[in-house]
């Protein structure tokens, strides 16, 4: 089974940058691509970017388009979330996960296969 180890997180103040990286370890697997999602205490965890490893089209939540980047390497095993003009409510943990079979433009948080540990972001003053 397949591992996601995220880092990368931390303390940002508002209007700031971050950026977030995911490695992917264990027996070589295809995957159809990768995603982040984040959650906050008693909310459900929800979708933030994703990536389809096989096209490169990227999907972006509305509350994040125009100011997070999702990019990667399928074979390097690595992908990055960047992350610019943070706003408080961007505070979160952030999660990658992978995609074995389903179709990434229209899978959900149930169709992704592999988890990560999760890494804090909190953006503050």
């Known amino acids: 089974q397949i591992q996601l180890v995220e880092s990368g997180g931390g303390l940002v103040q508002p209007g700031g940058s971050l950026t977030l990286s995911c490695e992917v370890s264990g027996p070589p697997v295809r995957r159809n691509g990768m995603g982040w999602f984040r959650q906050v205490p008693e909310k459900e965890r929800e979708f933030v970017a994703s990536i389809d490893w096989r096209s490169g089209n990227k999907w972006y939540a509305h509350a994040v388009k125009g100011r997070f980047i999702i990019s990667g390497d399928n074979a390097k095993n690595t992908l990055t979330l960047q992350m610019n003009s943070l706003q408080p409510e961007d505070t979160a943990v952030y999660y990658c996960?992978?995609?074995?079979?389903?179709?990434?433009?229209?899978?959900?948080?149930?169709?992704?296969?592999?988890w990560g540990q999760g890494t804090q972001v909190t953006v503050s003053s």
């Open positions: 996960a992978a995609v074995v079979n389903a179709d990434v433009s229209i899978a959900t948080r149930s169709d992704y296969d592999s």
